[in-house]
């Protein structure tokens, strides 16, 4: 009997929309969240800001948590988010290396890691921050980056502490996807 592999859903990058993206791909599935989910979230975080500034023209579009044109949704949209599907985010602490992350599962706790990763384009004119997940799928671990036109899979867990480690030192932040709220 031959084995069914798993299709693993990716979605790529569209404007600024890679945390939508990395959400999506980090729960495998094509709208566990969608830009109205985001902008919902985004625009209850503003409302429930005691130290809201005042509305101008520009506010319009550049809100506090996310571009309402293109995207580019913050880190209260990512952890409102995932808290409103039961998880909790970890921020990993760079000092203790990612040898403290349990990459194998043995605890069943962690569900996946979202990078926030420096990014510079245009001969590095241009700089911003890109969402990406990295999730571990029926014992295997992916780099689901949006950017990325597949996923990549990783040989091993020594190749994922390799690329966090490398990830990093480019001043990334690393932030642990938790299962069950704590």
Request: net charge negative; hydrophobic share 40%; proline share 3%.
């Amino acid at each position: 009997m031959e084995s069914e592999k798993k299709e693993i859903y990716h979605e790529k990058q569209r404007l600024q929309f890679c945390l939508l993206h990395s959400l999506n791909n980090l729960f495998q599935e094509k709208d566990a969240f969608t830009r109205v989910d985001l902008n919902a979230i985004a625009e209850r975080l503003d409302l429930d800001d005691p130290n809201k500034g005042n509305w101008t023209p520009v506010s319009a579009i550049f809100k506090p948590h996310h571009n309402v044109l293109t995207g580019n949704y913050d880190i209260n949209v990512l952890i409102a988010a995932l808290e409103e599907k039961g998880k909790r985010v970890v921020w990993h602490d760079r000092r203790t290396g990612v040898s403290t992350i349990d990459l194998e599962g043995t605890k069943n706790e962690l569900m996946g890691i979202v990078l926030n990763v420096p990014v510079k384009k245009y001969g590095g004119l241009w700089r911003s921050r890109h969402w990406v997940a990295l999730r571990r799928i029926d014992g295997v671990w992916y780099n689901l980056d949006s950017d990325f036109s597949t996923p990549y899979l990783y040989k091993d867990t020594a190749e994922v502490r390799h690329f966090l480690d490398y990830i990093i030192s480019t001043d990334a932040e690393v932030l642990l996807v938790m299962n069950g709220e704590k």
